[in-house]
């Protein structure tokens, strides 16, 4: 069976959920006391999808607010479009941009509307899905469709 490797580096303000995206995605459980990631951690997993084993290389990061202090105090949707922003002025070129709208099991205290953030993902043509890490919510399929979007090498 083909094997596709799939480098996945996670971004954005510290409390949006990036861990426990992370965290749901390898290990299928939610821990609401995850420690703070310090400075970058890296997991590794493995999925059959369609006759194709997909080996995605994940680092989650953090600190970045060190980097950028200058953002840190906007709203995380307007901090995304910063760090989108940079992935293109400093990322690889063709790199695959996810936007994970997390915390969607939240109803009450939505900060983004779901048509302002498909519409600027659409802009920027990433992809764009709301998630919820603690529900196990379009976790796997975030992922599933940054390795649809990834062209194949061979
Ligand atoms: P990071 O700093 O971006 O890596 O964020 P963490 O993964 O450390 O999560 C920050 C806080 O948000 C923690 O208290 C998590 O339990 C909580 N959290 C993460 N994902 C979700 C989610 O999907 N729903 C809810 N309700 N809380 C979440």
Known sequence: MALRELKVCLLGDTGVGKSSIVWRFVEDSFDPNINPTIGASFMTKTVQYQNELHKFLIWDT???????????????????????????????????????????????????????????ADSIHAIFVETSAKNAININELFIEISRRIPSTD
């Open 62 to 120: 953090a600190g970045q607010e060190r980097l950028l202090s200058f953002f840190v105090l906007q709203e995380t949707f307007s901090t995304l479009k910063n760090w989108v922003k940079e992935l293109r002025q400093h990322g690889p070129p063709n790199i695959v941009v996810a936007i994970a709208g997390n915390k969607c099991d939240l109803i009450d205290v939505r900060e983004v509307m779901e048509r302002d953030a498909k519409d600027y």
